[in-house]
């Protein structure tokens, strides 16, 4: 419960602190963070997990509104905002895209999990760069991750995609699908981020610890 709560009071600051709050209210918030595992940006991060089962329920739009805020606001190459971003919440949509791509991929749907392509999501945001911009994929990159940690904060689940992406930029079946995102000349689809309330609770996935190095 208490969890619960200090989740809850994280979700009321994220607005104000990690979405465009003041130079002040982030000193704040530095000052007064706790280095401590008690502290719920880093309990946050390191509780994420990918969700690839969800409750049918979309994420309301208000809901996705503060995550997407959440997003933009995250640091960007020269405040260039190199991105452009789809949100995409109906249902013919993405059920239309899958149909497709079971079509092309029959096994897929023998499995009785499976809902959409999207890994099951109700919601998924499209993220495509502009291609004029050596550091936009890195943009784009931290972008979503505002995105997937203020969801989680939330009680949100998401899943960051690549697959579905390669799959409606090679399959001529999916062209119109891939055109109603209005992609703007001169960036190209880069990943998306499924989103939706868990169904499922994962494990963690390992990590590397070796990949680290301080270097003296
Ligand atoms: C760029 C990128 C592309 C990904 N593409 C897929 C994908 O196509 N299908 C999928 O199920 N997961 C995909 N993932 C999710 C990763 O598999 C997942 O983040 C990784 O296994 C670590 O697990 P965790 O997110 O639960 O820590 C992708 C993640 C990223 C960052």
Redesign the pocket.
């Known amino acids: 419960m208490k969890k619960l709560k200090s989740m809850a009071m994280a979700a009321l600051l994220l607005p104000l602190v990690a979405c465009g709050g003041g130079n002040q209210q982030a000193q704040t918030a530095a000052e007064s963070a706790p280095d401590s595992v008690e502290n719920q940006v880093i309990e946050n991060i390191m509780t ?3 969700i ?1 089962q969800y409750k049918p329920q979309p994420v309301n739009r208000d809901t996705m509104q503060i995550i997407l805020n959440c997003g933009i606001n995250a640091p960007n190459g020269q405040n260039k905002q190199s991105w452009a971003i789809r949100v995409v919440d109906n249902p013919e949509y993405i059920n239309g895209l899958t149909e497709i791509y079971k079509k092309k991929n029959p096994k897929i749907a023998e499995d009785p999990s499976f809902k959409n392509m999207f ?1 099951n999501a109700p919601t998924v945001v499209f993220i495509a760069n502009d291609k004029s911009y050596d550091f936009s994929q890195v943009d784009c ?1 931290l972008l ?1 991750e505002n995105m997937v940690l203020s969801a989680w904060s939330m009680g949100i689940g998401s ?6 992406i390669r799959f409606m930029q090679t399959e001529p079946e999916a062209a119109d699908y891939l055109k109603r995102l209005n992609i703007p000349e001169g960036y190209q689809l880069l ?1 998306c981020i499924a989103f939706g309330y868990p169904d499922e609770a ?1 494990a ?2 390992p990590r590397d610890m070796e990949k680290i190095m301080f270097v003296d």
Do not use: T, V
């Open positions: 994420r997990r990918s690839r890994r990159g979503g899943c960051c995609l690549g697959s579905p990943y994962p963690a996935k």
